[in-house]
């Protein structure tokens, strides 16, 4: 399984950004996938995570700001950053798990996908 990450950049505070993460290899839409973020000097942490029915999760600091969504047909995840603020400044992640349950544990996941950089400007 080989994870794709990509549509990271530079943004101003308050902009939209959306990245995505697409999947090859031996997929599956059963599993869960899920998005982490890393910062300069900081742990890895979970930021949203989806099930194959469209149930979704969020970390506290991204709810109501941040939606993910899944296209099966695609084998791709997206996450849609709206209201982005300096502090999500960060490489971002996806990640997929070997079950359908959302979690927000990164030792949950299985595959990872390289990161793409999303730097947000004040």
């Known amino acids: 399984v080989q994870l794709q990450a990509s549509g990271g950049g530079l943004v101003q505070a308050g902009d939209s950004l959306r990245v995505s993460c697409a999947a090859s290899?031996?997929?599956?839409?059963?599993?869960?996938m899920g998005w982490f973020r890393q910062a300069p000097g900081k742990e890895r942490e979970f930021v949203a995570a989806?099930?194959?029915?469209?149930?979704?999760y969020y970390a506290d600091s991204v709810k109501g700001r941040f939606t993910i969504s899944r296209d099966n047909a695609k084998n791709t995840v997206y996450l849609q950053m709206n209201s982005v603020k300096p502090e999500d400044t960060a490489v971002y992640y996806c990640?997929?798990?070997?079950?359908?349950?959302?979690?927000?544990?990164?030792?949950?996941?299985?595959?990872w996908g390289q990161g793409t950089q999303v730097t947000v400007s004040s």
């Open positions: 989806i099930n194959w029915s469209g149930n979704t």
């Open positions: 290899g031996r997929t599956s839409n059963s599993y869960a």
């Open positions: 990640a997929r798990r070997e079950v359908g349950l959302i979690t927000a544990y990164a030792m949950h996941y299985r595959y």
